[in-house]
């Protein structure tokens, strides 16, 4: 398996991986015998040290193999390189699969959050295996009961 840093240069390969509009920069892939396994991308904003992770996928039959984690490590490696500070992304659950799912929020967010389970393999849990932590909420961010879930991972 070898990771490829496309660098938001290699159009082809990017379109070979993904929807065409779903093309980010700082993108790299894992591929092994010329087939891609996944891909991760980062969205930088300028003069500031933080990055959007966004988006990561790994192969449906090629899950928990430690790809995530892999390409994930080597993601950091290069905003670490290019004076980063924080990875954040949000991770939606609009298919209630955490307990923040199907359930108001409101008032006592930040009591919820606290709590959180993962009812039916939510990605957050993967996330905070690889050394994430939840920062915040948004409720019903993708309509009632639907919330987007934010996480950062510092790599200084
Ligand atoms: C989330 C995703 C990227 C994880 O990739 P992966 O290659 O399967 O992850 P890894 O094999 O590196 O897993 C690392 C650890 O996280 C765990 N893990 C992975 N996915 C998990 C999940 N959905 N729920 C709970 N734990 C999970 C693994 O079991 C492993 O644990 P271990 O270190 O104790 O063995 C992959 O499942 C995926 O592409 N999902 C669909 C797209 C998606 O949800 N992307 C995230 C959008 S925010």
Redo the contacts with the bound molecule.
């Keep these: 398996m070898r990771i490829i840093d496309l660098d938001g240069e290699d159009r082809e390969t990017v379109h070979a991986a993904a929807e065409p509009e779903d093309q980010t920069p700082a993108s790299d892939l894992l591929c092994e015998a010329g087939t891609i396994l996944?891909w991760i991308g980062a969205i930088p904003q300028v003069r500031r040290p933080r990055v959007q992770l966004h988006?990561?996928?790994?192969r449906s039959d090629?899950?928990?193999?430690?790809?995530?984690?892999?390409v994930l490590a080597d993601l950091e490696d290069r905003v670490r390189e290019r004076g980063g500070l924080t990875i954040w992304?949000g991770?939606d659950d609009e298919d209630y699969m955490t307990s923040l799912g199907g359930v108001a929020l409101f008032p006592n967010v930040l009591e919820r959050l606290m709590n959180i389970r993962?009812l039916r393999?939510?990605?957050y849990?993967?996330y905070r295996?690889?050394g994430c932590a939840i920062t915040g909420v948004l409720p019903d961010a993708n309509g009632p009961g639907k919330p987007d879930l934010y996480m950062a991972k510092s790599v200084r």
Excluded: M, Q, W
């Design positions: 996944g988006p990561l996928v790994v090629c899950r928990h193999r430690g790809i995530g984690r892999a992304l991770t993962n393999g939510h990605p849990e993967f295996k690889i």
